[in-house]
């Protein structure tokens, strides 16, 4: 079964930058599409960004385009999430997931597994 760990969160300032890990195992990361998604208290989960395994073609939603980066490292079995430029509204708990397709969903229901998630606070 695959496992995904996020790591990464933390507690910074508006404006500042965090990047996002997500290792993966039981799994070869390079064939399976992977996506961040977060969820602000109060609020349903939704996505930030998507890469794809067949070209690597990313996603990203409208709120973080420019801002954000997805990014992999096969050979690590890693997906990062860099974040720059973060504002207060940034604020959530962020999760990767896998998806064993070759092109990338933007609905969380389409994801076959999650990590736990890590924390990220954008506060002054």
């Known amino acids: 079964q695959a496992q995904l760990a996020e790591s990464g969160g933390g507690l910074v300032q508006p404006g500042d930058s965090l990047r996002l890990a997500c290792a993966g195992s039981?799994?070869?990361?390079?064939?399976?599409?992977i996506g961040w998604f977060r969820q602000a208290p109060g609020k349903e989960r939704e996505v930030v960004a998507c890469?794809?395994?067949?070209?690597?073609?990313?996603y990203y939603a409208d709120s973080v385009k420019g801002r954000f980066t997805i990014s992999r490292d096969n050979g690590k079995n890693m997906v990062y999430l860099q974040m720059n430029s973060l504002k207060p509204e940034d604020t959530a708990v962020y999760y990767c997931?896998?998806?064993?397709?070759?092109?990338?969903?933007?609905?969380?229901?389409?994801?076959?597994?999650w990590g736990q998630g890590t924390q990220v606070t954008v506060s002054s």
């Open positions: 039981g799994f070869t990361l390079k064939y399976n599409t």
């Open positions: 890469i794809s395994s067949s070209d690597s073609t990313t």
């Open positions: 997931a896998v998806r064993a397709a070759k092109f990338y969903s933007s609905t969380s229901g389409s994801y076959d597994d």
